[in-house]
T-cell receptor
Framework: EPEVTQTPSHQVTQMGQEVILRCVPI?????FYWYRQILGQKVEFLVS????????KSEIFDDQFSVERPDGSNFTLKIRSTKLEDSAMYFC???????????FGPGTRLTVT | SQKIEQNSEALNIQEGKTATLTCNYT??????LQWYRQDPGRGPVFLLL?????KEKRKERLKVTFDTTLKQSLFHITASQPADSATYLC??????????FGSGTKLNVKP
């Protein structure tokens, strides 16, 4: 069965450093998403990406965040200058069409110290 | 403001019984409502999707209902098993490629 993959599984970084989280969505999917989940809290939408551009973003997704689909297979989330409160699980998801299911990756646990 | 509410208290049931979980929402008119399962430390796993013009959807032991007048979805697991123990999330599509998740309800199925 096709799956979304994410790397790394765990990233530890110091406050103020830049991090890049990587995702490989399912190959024929058209819509791509990043979510975060702070420990014990709900899954929060960050950004959606379609047709090589951002289609929606949340208020969390400020100028410190950016997304790219550099080569037609990878989908990355960059946090330019990490803060302690960015510590969370970050999930990538993809879907073929809104009428169908989203497939989530296993997540990257980001720890900012 | 938009809100999705799921019972934050854990639901404890005996194996073999039917579990019923509730998702209520306000200030949305979603085209689709989805239910996911999440195990600790893992990503959500899609279970069922129901469209706004559908009242009910079934898949094996799972059943979802969607009442757009009450702004409520019910998720049922029949003949529950200990392996069904997990957190169950509902999610709404706001029609603009943006998904909102509830905080989830933890289900414990006791043998």
């Amino acid at each position: 069965e096709p799956e979304v993959t994410q790397t790394p599984s765990h990233q530890v970084t110091q406050m103020g450093q830049e991090v890049i989280l990587r995702c490989v969505p399912i190959s024929n999917h058209l819509y791509f998403y990043w979510y975060r989940q702070i420990l014990g809290q709900k899954v929060e939408f960050l950004v959606s990406f379609y047709n090589n551009e951002i289609s929606e973003k949340s208020e969390i997704f400020d100028d410190q965040f950016s997304v790219e689909r550099p080569d037609g297979s990878n989908f990355t989330l960059k946090i330019r200058s990490t803060k302690l409160e960015d510590s969370a699980m970050y999930f990538c998801a993809s879907l073929l069409d809104r009428r169908y299911e989203q497939y989530f990756g296993p997540g990257t646990r980001l720890t900012v110290t | 403001s938009q809100k999705i509410e799921q019972n934050s208290e854990a639901l404890n049931i005996q194996e073999g019984k039917t579990a019923t979980l509730t998702c209520n929402y306000t200030n949305y008119s979603p085209a689709y409502l989805q239910w996911y399962r999440q195990d600790p430390g893992r990503g959500p796993v899609f279970l069922l999707l129901i469209r706004e013009n559908e009242k009910e959807k079934r898949k094996e032991r799972l059943k979802v209902t969607f009442d757009t007048t009450l702004k409520q979805s019910l998720f049922h697991i029949t003949a529950s098993q200990p392996a069904d123990s997990a957190t169950y999330l509902c999610a709404l599509d706001n029609n603009f490629n943006k998904f909102y998740f509830g905080s989830g309800t933890k289900l414990n199925v006791k043998p």
